[in-house]
């Protein structure tokens, strides 16, 4: 299945200004938080988690949280997305793709499970 998300960068750059560091421990774990140059790799990183929700039919909630979603960065330095084992194996996933672009204050992500 395809997944697609949008966000405005200046949303998510206001919630690091409100809240800080906690905001981004909202939807990224440590090691992600340390990829996280400026509120627009953020942004792509909140686009992409619920860009793989969407892609699995649950959105972001009960079935499918943030933290269920890992993002890391492949050598030549792409986003490369996993999705805890608990979550591959309920929705049989085999391989998951991610995209994450930026421009005109948006940041949008596309993921594909199979």
């Known amino acids: 299945m395809v997944g697609i998300d949008i966000v405005s960068i ?3 750059e206001k919630m690091i200004e409100r809240f800080g560091n906690k905001a981004l421990k909202r939807f990224l774990s ?8 400026n509120p627009s790799t ?17 959105g972001i909630g009960k079935e499918c949280s943030f933290h269920d979603i890992k993002i890391s960065k492949t050598k030549k330095n792409a986003p490369k997305l996993k999705f ?3 979550i591959r194996k309920k929705n049989n996933l085999k391989k998951s793709d991610v995209s ?13 499970t199979i």
């Open 10 to 12: 200046k949303r998510i």
């Open 30 to 37: 440590k090691k992600e938080i340390l990829l996280v140059k």
């Open 42 to 58: 953020a942004a792509g990183f909140w686009a992409a988690k619920e860009a793989a929700s969407k892609s699995i039919g649950t």
């Open 84 to 86: 805890k084992k608990k």
């Open 100 to 112: 994450i672009s930026h421009d005109g204050g948006f940041a949008i992500a596309i993921v594909h």
